[in-house]
């Protein structure tokens, strides 16, 4: 079934000082901006991070790929 699951663009996020750590991600697309607002001394302050879009294994989209049949030429 061609879900996110089997997809070639979605992984497990492992860096462990990511918000999106353990969480399944899909790099079929650019991360996505997003501003955080912080409080600080000062006042307010806005944080800007870049986020993968966050998928669970049975999501299904358009940009789908097989990990078994991908485009991407794989060693001999």
């Known amino acids: 079934m ?6 070639l663009y979605s992984a497990v996020s492992l860096a462990p000082e990511s918000k999106q750590a ?5 790099r079929a697309t650019p991360p996505q901006s997003a501003a955080i607002p912080i409080q600080t001394q ?19 989209c358009g940009g789908y790929e097989s990990q078994d049949e ?7």
């Open 70 to 76: 991908s485009k991407i030429s794989k060693p001999s």
């Open 42 to 60: 000062q006042g307010m302050s806005i944080q800007v991070m870049t986020l993968w879009p966050i998928v669970t294994a049975a999501d299904i």
């Open 22 to 26: 353990g969480q399944l991600i899909c």
């Open 2 to 7: 061609a879900s996110c699951k089997t997809c």
